[in-house]
DNA sequence: CTTATTAATGTTATATTATTACACAATGTT
DNA sequence: AACATTGTGTAATAATATAACATTAATAAG
């Protein structure tokens, strides 16, 4: 049985506007951008983003402190997530790769700890921005 | 021909300090502990941390925000980040695993592009906390 | 060795990111 | 209805990080 079909106010209005917006996005530009539908303060919005992070329907990029829709219909489940990230442009994006993937939900380390949870960032450049 | 042999002031004492405490410490609580060496701003203690990062002495946590010292002579050269991050007591080991590495410096995502850089932070309970 | 260049320092102020604390309202359970 | 849980609103503040500017030290080039 899945939990939290249904999201509350303010979490509607923030996921609504990061899946708008389709890039990573940082809390106080959300507010900005939300303050039209009658979010007024900061807290509000790390609410909503906690709430939304948790069940997976975003992730934040953690070397950004910023946060993205997530287009990857497993991580609900698993919050293992990848990302490419371009230092150039910035253009950040998510990655889905089964190998990848199973390779690192089942590293163990050296004392053969296990890991539930995982986050991953690449570093590089992007298409655009290599050929510049 | 290897680079910056020799640390300034500043990053000579941000450093020092950070290999002292063994594990992850934050720029403001590095600050604190070494004003009783002169170091008076928290600009001073960013710019030595950016320095340190930048030649591979230190890491940051970026889950975090915190930085701790490298234990991997490699880190210097390939900027290849791996831990494991015990959610419950927050301590933090650096993973060096060959096998690992490799398969993550080699990794091209669909389009193709490689990474010259990455950091993966893996979450879970470490032995002491699993058992508690 | 002296001039040019780059890297580091010192200092103040400020920007950006995130949380604490407290009162209250909505929703779900028993 | 009583209770627990989750979400909201608001103000204040904490924690993290950078901008701007003046100066000094270190390095390298002529």
Same sequence: chains 1, 2.
Avoid: W
């Amino acid at each position: 049985m899945l939990k939290q079909e249904t999201l509350s106010k303010n979490q509607q209005i923030v996921l609504d506007y990061i899946e708008k917006v389709n890039e990573p996005i940082k809390a106080y530009s959300i507010l900005h951008n939300v303050q039209k539908k009658g979010i007024k303060a900061p807290l509000q919005v790390y609410r909503a983003l906690d709430k939304l992070v948790e069940i997976g329907k975003i992730h934040k990029i953690e070397s950004r402190n910023a946060f993205v829709a997530c287009k990857n219909s497993s991580c609900q489940l698993s919050k293992a997530t990848a990302f490419s990230i371009c230092e150039s442009c910035e253009e950040v994006s998510e990655i889905s790769d089964n190998k990848l993937s199973k390779y690192l939900k089942s590293f163990q380390d050296k004392a053969g700890m296990k890991f539930k949870k995982y986050n991953l960032e690449f570093f590089g450049l992007c298409k655009k921005c290599s050929i510049k």
